[in-house]
C-alpha cells in the first residue's frame, strides 16, 4: 500500500490570454498547507479498479490507456473540496499516478503522469504545486502545442513561514458555480482573445512588481500586486462571471478582507478567495470577520487560516 499527501493551491490568475506572443495563460498561485490530499493506493482484489471517489476511476481509466498495470484500489482519506477553485482534480489525478507508479515499480515522472490523466497542462500551477509546492509562476504553453506539454516553471520560492493565509469558501455560490466548472473545457476552448495591452500590463505588474517584492520579502507590495494583477484579470473575465468577481458576495467578501489584509484575491472561477497577512493573531481577527459576514449574508461557509505548503506531494507510506 502506498500513502500520500498533497496539498491544495490557491491561484491569483494568468497573465497572458492573447497568444499573440506564442505562448498562452501562465499561472501564478500558492500551494497551501490545509485543505489537503491524502489518498492510499493498493492492490485491488480482483479484475477491476476499485475507489471510494468516481472520479478516481476516471484518471486510472486515463492512465491505463498510456501504461499497463494490474487493478488498483483507491481510497480517499482526506478531501480537497470540489469544484471550489483549490484543486481537487487536478491533485487527485496527479496524486493517485504517483501512488500507482510507486505500487508498481513503474518510475513515472509526475510530467509522464500529467500527459496521461490530462491534467495540469492547459495551467499547471495544480501540477507544480504537487511537484514542488511553495510560490509559483509558471510560462504558459505553446499556442500549437496545446495539451501536448507541461508548461514551464519560471520561479518558484519559498514562502515565508511567517505569512498567513486567511482563506474563505462562501456556502451560497457552490452550486451554481460547480454547474460553470461542468462547462469549464467548453469555455476555454471559446475563450475570447485578450488585448495584447492588457496581457502587456498584467505580465509587467507580475515581473516589476509582484516577485521583485516576493524576493525582498515586502508583503505589503507584494500584497498590492496580488490584488492589482487579480482585480484587473477579473475584468477581462466579468463576460463569464457576473462581474469582476464570481458573485455579489465575493465581491464584497474582498473589500471587507481588504481593510486588514495584504492582499484580497478570488481563486480560479472562484468562490473560494484568500487573502494574506504576516501575523497569526491578525489572520485570526481576519477570519473571525469574514465568517460572521458570511453567515449575515447567506449561508455561511468554511473560513481558515493556514499557510503555504513548500514541499509538495510526501509519500506518507510505501
Wanted: glycine share 10%.
Amino acid at each position: 500500500m502506498v500513502r500520500i499527501r498533497a496539498p491544495a493551491h490557491l491561484h491569483t490568475g494568468n497573465p497572458d490570454l492573447s497568444g499573440d506572443m506564442g505562448r498562452l495563460f501562465g499561472t501564478l498561485g500558492f500551494a497551501i498547507d490545509f485543505p489537503y490530499l491524502e489518498i492510499t493506493v493498493k492492490r485491488a482484489e480482483g479484475n477491476k479498479d476499485k475507489a471510494n471517489d468516481k472520479d478516481a476511476l476516471v484518471f486510472l481509466k486515463r492512465l491505463r490507456e498510456s501504461y499497463d498495470f494490474p487493478p488498483v484500489e483507491v481510497e480517499i482519506l482526506h478531501y480537497i473540496p470540489k469544484w471550489v477553485g483549490v484543486g481537487f482534480h487536478t491533485t487527485l489525478a496527479l496524486t493517485l499516478g504517483l501512488g500507482v507508479s510507486k505500487l508498481y515499480s513503474l518510475n513515472l515522472s509526475l510530467e509522464d503522469i500529467a500527459l496521461a490523466v490530462r491534467r495540469g497542462l492547459i495551467t499547471a500551477l495544480g501540477f507544480y504545486a504537487v511537484k514542488v509546492g511553495g510560490f509559483i509562476v509558471e510560462g504558459g504553453f505553446p499556442v500549437n502545442r496545446r495539451e501536448k506539454v507541461v508548461p514551464p516553471l519560471i520561479f518558484r520560492g519559498e514562502v515565508p513561514g511567517d505569512w498567513f493565509f486567511v482563506v474563505a469558501i462562501p456556502e451560497t455560490p457552490r452550486k451554481k458555480l460547480e454547474e460553470v466548472r461542468k462547462v469549464e473545457d467548453n469555455i476555454l476552448e471559446n475563450l475570447k482573445k485578450m488585448p495584447p495591452e492588457l496581457a502587456d500590463r498584467l505580465s509587467r505588474i507580475v515581473l516589476m512588481k509582484i516577485l521583485p517584492a516576493f524576493v525582498e520579502r515586502d508583503i505589503k507590495t507584494f500584497g498590492e500586486g496580488l490584488y492589482q494583477f487579480n482585480h484587473l484579470l477579473g475584468q477581462f473575465w466579468s463576460d463569464y462571471q457576473e462581474n469582476v468577481y464570481c458573485c455579489d458576495i465575493v465581491n464584497e467578501g474582498i473589500k471587507l478582507m481588504l481593510e486588514d489584509a495584504y492582499c484580497a484575491c478570488q481563486t480560479s472561477w472562484g468562490p473560494t478567495f484568500y487573502g494574506i497577512v504576516d501575523s497569526l493573531s491578525r489572520a485570526e481577527n481576519v477570519r473571525d470577520k469574514i465568517k460572521r459576514f458570511l453567515e449575515e449574508n447567506g449561508d455561511g461557509g468554511e473560513v481558515f487560516v493556514t499557510k503555504a505548503n513548500n514541499r509538495g506531494a510526501v509519500v506518507l507510506d510505501g
